[in-house]
């Protein structure tokens, strides 16, 4: 309703770097974007570090042609036109856009604080060094549009707002996701003073409760005890002669790819478990998670 587009969707990056719609509003017969994941190639490095620095960035159209910008044979420097919220698109984009059936976009960026530097206390332009690019708010029209410079600013104000208060929201979900962890280590721990090892996998809470996982397993004595989604035991011993051979000199190991981190057997393993985090125990018993 403020700017008038036909579409706005709140894009978040995640650790991997690639892209989710997060949240959308749109014109009732555009098609649904709400959900869908783009590859972190879709927004290149270089671009992302000049959304830090210039956090509106606005195309009124995608077809308009280029106009050339003719400077003075004197200056020492070509002319950068980083800075600039309404230099022209590169090809490369102007043809995305339009293949997504795009021709005008507002794109905002969301930063948040990692902490450490006063924002504030930096000139305009300047790139602090913990403020971090949390995702972006990207609006399509399916026709030329171009939103007056009162309006653009007044959209940079409100992703401040925005980004401020999605930083005490992630700092607040963090602090209790600390004391979840710490809470449920000390009762894994009393399991553990308590009874068998075999209770961090038999009672609640459990080992899964302590690690984002889809799974996790006790190998003890022999004897395998898995939670969730997991190999089954004929593969965990070939993961752990794997373990054995090629990492054996290690107190364990975390991967986000097996296949990625040189084990035979990962595609064996199917698209159910890929990532593992190893702890282990003795030589011969370990903890998973999937």
């Known amino acids: 309703e403020l700017t008038g587009y036909?579409?706005?969707?709140?894009?978040?990056?995640?650790?991997?770097?690639h892209g989710e719609v997060l949240a959308e509003s749109r014109r009732?017969?555009?098609e649904p974007y709400l959900g869908l994941h783009y590859p972190a190639t879709d927004i290149p490095q270089a671009s992302r570090f000049l959304f830090r620095q210039n956090r509106v960035r606005m195309i009124a159209d995608c077809h308009a042609?280029?106009?050339?910008?003719?400077?003075d044979p004197a200056m020492p420097q070509p002319l950068c036109l980083v800075g600039s919220t309404l230099r022209s698109p590169h090809?490369?984009?102007?043809?995305?856009?339009?293949?997504?059936?795009s021709i005008a976009s507002l794109v905002m960026a969301v930063i948040i604080s990692s902490g450490g530097e006063d924002e504030h206390s930096m000139g305009r332009g300047a790139v602090p060094s913990?403020?971090?690019l949390w995702g972006l708010v990207v609006?399509?029209?399916?026709?030329?549009?171009?939103?007056?410079?009162?309006?653009?600013?007044?959209?940079?104000?409100?992703?401040?707002?925005?980004?401020?208060?999605?930083?005490?929201?992630?700092?607040?979900?963090?602090?209790?996701?600390?004391?979840?962890?710490?809470?449920?280590?000390?009762?894994?721990?009393?399991?553990?003073l308590r009874d068998s090892p075999t209770g961090i996998v038999t009672q609640s809470p459990s080992i899964?409760?302590?690690?984002k996982c889809d799974g996790a397993a006790l190998y003890y004595h022999g004897k395998y005890y898995p939670l969730g989604i997991t190999p089954i035991e004929a593969q965990i011993k070939d993961i752990i002669e794997w373990l054995?051979?090629?990492?054996?000199?290690?107190?364990?190991?975390?991967?986000d790819s097996l296949a990625d981190a040189g084990y035979p057997g990962a595609t064996a393993l199917g698209d159910a478990v890929c990532g593992m985090a190893v702890a282990y125990i003795t030589p011969s018993d370990y903890l998973f998670w999937f």
């Open 244 to 255: 054995t051979v090629c990492h054996g000199d290690s107190t364990g190991l975390s991967t």
């Open 91 to 101: 090809g490369c984009h102007a043809q995305y856009m339009a293949n997504m059936g």
């Open 6 to 17: 036909d579409r706005v969707m709140v894009y978040k990056f995640h650790d991997d770097e």
């Open 28 to 30: 009732a017969d555009l």
């Open 130 to 132: 913990a403020m971090k």
């Open 139 to 192: 609006c399509h029209h399916t026709s030329p549009r171009c939103i007056p410079f009162p309006l653009r600013y007044a959209c940079e104000f409100l992703m401040q707002a925005f980004g401020l208060q999605l930083n005490m929201e992630l700092q607040l979900a963090h602090q209790l996701s600390e004391k979840h962890i710490l809470r449920t280590q000390t009762l894994l721990c009393d399991m553990l």
């Open 65 to 71: 042609a280029p106009v050339r910008v003719i400077q």
């Open 208 to 211: 899964m409760d302590l690690v």
